[in-house]
């Protein structure tokens, strides 16, 4: 079942490595009081993923001045994140979703199959907002790997919630 606007946004705890070097828990419920982007995608060290991470960090202080925390997402382990994220200087918290139960609460999912060499359990890359009371006022997935989310549309809402 799809998450979209409207919906109470499903809770979750995933760990993270990248920022601090240490591994970390990260809860969606720590935001509580502060708008959150949480934003999927599929696999790290690829193409359109690092861009789009590297161009986030770049610009995070257009979302920290909306009063927003930005969080990825994917299936990759907290290693691999980690030297992704060292090689690519992306300073946006990187939670790994390892065993594929986030990506299941927010029907994120390929198919069986869906993704590019028949690679399965991996996230379609998807953007949430998702307000300060847990409320999602934003949703968008995307089904193909290569498209980008609509971060004006992203600015626009949390711009919305302020």
């Not at 995608?41 to 359109?48: N, W």
């Not at 869906?114 to 996230?123: A, I, P």
């Amino acid at each position: 079942m799809s998450i979209k606007s409207g919906d109470k946004a499903p809770e979750f705890t995933l760990k993270s490595k990248n920022v601090t070097g240490e591994v970390k828990d990260y809860s969606l419920s720590d935001f509580k009081g502060k708008n959150v982007v949480l934003l999927f995608f599929p696999q790290a060290f690829t193409g359109v993923c690092t861009d789009e991470m590297c161009s986030v960090s770049n610009g995070l202080s257009s979302y920290s001045d909306l009063n927003a925390e930005v969080l990825g997402i994917s299936v990759d382990s907290v290693f691999t994140q980690e030297a992704w994220a060292k090689a690519n200087n992306i300073t946006i918290p990187l939670l790994s979703d390892f065993n594929k139960k986030v990506i299941n609460l927010y029907d994120t999912s390929y198919p069986d199959g869906g993704f590019v060499f028949d690679m399965n359990g991996v996230s379609k890359r998807a953007a949430f907002v998702i307000d300060k009371d847990g409320i999602v006022r934003y949703s968008e997935v995307l089904e193909n790997a290569g498209d980008l989310p609509d971060f004006d549309k992203v600015k626009e809402t949390l711009k919305s919630l302020n």
